[in-house]
């Protein structure tokens, strides 16, 4: 009987973070795509010199972090991959999404700032631990990079 | 030859890498440069075209962690974990030729990796770097 | 000139995430989960039955202080009168001579080398009616089974059950795989998915409410059996106890009993069948032996 429950709990766990967590990563994907768009006009780059044209440009450090959590259906999935092997997708699109947010954080602090252009773009991911430790709680992504403003 | 617990074996140093066998980021496999320098010698850069990143998240399965705690007892090389990251970094490379290349790139200068531990046996390998056309001079 | 594009270039979107529907690949990691955790625990199972009975019993004997202890935590201390004790033993005791003689007289000697000194025979408190057998030819019977047999005929077929138990070495059949299982499950799981699945078997009781296959339980009947009848001459009686159980049904005090002893219609069927052989005259049954006096007393709780 108890066990019945436990498995009732387990599989309502697992509905609502299928349910919720798909739900919320169609929206923040439709977010950051319309985000990307708008923001477009901000160059990032990775390269460490100012292209040439922007050499007389006042640069200043910008960054953009996000925090996003797992759900329970990520995690379990997980879990089950940790077994078979393989890519874990429930991952790699939940850092692809705070990836691109994180960039488009930092493109709307340097858009604020008057900059055209982000270069030396450098991307730290750390993880935040869970209730048990181990588990994944949640993933933190930092972009950072120097802004370009343009002289007055 | 003995094999002590905990050493590696002197032809196992690259176990990946034969003479002759060139790594897949070399330009002649796939037509994509790959570098983390700002100016490739001998090419002019004709246009910048962006930020291109590929990333894999892999987890180990569980005959490779069965082995990984033994060998937690004994010490030495934990070849299959370094295959595994090995063959996740390749993937992450791959993965940023393809965005390079679906945006007319071929070359990724600046590129920098960085790998980040997300859950306990799963690693994440990041490849980042700025797509650029260049021709040679 | 390096030419510095207009923007940020639009890149296709599933290079860096997957494409596939999630709930397809949970379904299919699930499927291969599940069949091969299955195949290999079918196959660990098989192997530590297999190997388990060349354990010597000495070894075990000497490991079956890990069982009295389970006992007392789930039991707590009995407070049975030292004669009711000493009663179900002399009981087990004669059990045994006769298991002997009936198996020396079929020429069968499995077991037989467990010395008759290493059994014993303890109540204890339980509001379900239950006996069992287990590590170290240690054997439990509940107050609540002695109070629910009128006769002795019928405590002893409980009685010759567990002791033929024993003598296959069911125990330590059954508890090996279990304990194979649970050690191969620490080395691939991590802690959080091994206390999920552990809580999903609950099978950490193995030790005090061992549950022995089907053919494991057939076979014990047989040889308690042919023990009743060595002992006194026929097995008249010896159905009571289970015809209480297969009409008990959902009775709570029974369902213990039940979810550990499947399969009591079709061993009713044998005792009956063995009772048939044995009682000459259906009309004019034997005679049945009263418990002995200080067991008559013993409470169903």
Known sequence: MESLLQIGVFLLLLGAGYFFG?????????????????????????????????????????NGNVVISVDFFKTIVAGLRNLVGGNISAYES?????????????????ADLGARAVINMKFETSRISGSAGSAVGAVEVLAYGTALVAPR | MTILPGSIPPD??????????????????????????????NTRVLKHLGLVQGSTVRAKHAGRDIMASIKNIFGGELVSYTELLQESREEAVKRM???????????VINVRFSTSAIAAGASEILAYGTAVLVEEH | MTLLPEG???????????NEHPLREFLKLLATVVVALTALAFAISLLAQWLSPYIPFRWEASAAFIVDDAVEQEFGTPAFEPEQQRALAELGQRLLLADRAAAAAAGRSEGLDIPDEAFSFQLV????????????????????????????????????????????????????SALVLQVAMSAILDDASQAMLEGLLSGTGYLTAMSFSRRMELEADERALATLVKHYGHSFGADEF????????????????????????????????????????????????????????????
């Open chain 1, 94 to 110: 939940l850092l692809d999404r705070a990836r691109r947010e994180a960039i488009l954080r930092m493109q709307q602090e340097a």
């Open chain 2, 97 to 107: 030729k393809e965005q390079a290349a679906a945006i007319g790139a071929n070359a």
């Open chain 3, 8 to 18: 940020n270039p639009r890149l296709p979107e599933h290079i860096n995430h997957s």
């Open chain 1, 22 to 62: 798909r739900r919320a990563e169609a929206r923040h994907y439709r977010s950051i795509r319309a985000g990307e768009d708008r923001l477009r006009h901000i160059l990032v780059l990775t390269d460490r010199l100012p292209p040439p044209g922007m050499l007389q440009d006042r640069p200043c450090m910008v």
């Open chain 2, 12 to 41: 196992r140093h690259f176990p990946y890498r034969q003479p002759g066998n060139r790594s897949i980021s070399a330009p002649e496999k796939t037509g994509m440069l790959i570098t983390n320098i700002e100016v490739i010698p």
């Open chain 3, 242 to 301: 289970f015809r209480t159980v297969a009409d008990a049904g959902a009775d709570s005090r029974w369902l213990e009993f039940t979810r550990t002893h499947p399969n009591a219609e079709r061993r009713l069927q044998v005792i009956e069948q063995s009772i048939r052989e044995t009682v000459p005259e259906p009309a004019s049954p034997p005679a049945l032996a009263p418990l002995p006096p200080p067991l008559q007393a013993a409470p169903a709780l």
């Open chain 3, 125 to 176: 408190e339980s509001e379900v009616a239950n006996a069992f057998a287990s590590l170290g030819a240690r054997i439990f019977v509940t107050g609540s089974l002695i109070g629910s047999v009128s006769s002795e005929n019928a405590l002893a077929m409980v009685l010759a059950h567990e002791i033929a138990h024993v003598r296959y070495r069911h125990p330590i059949r059954s508890s090996s």
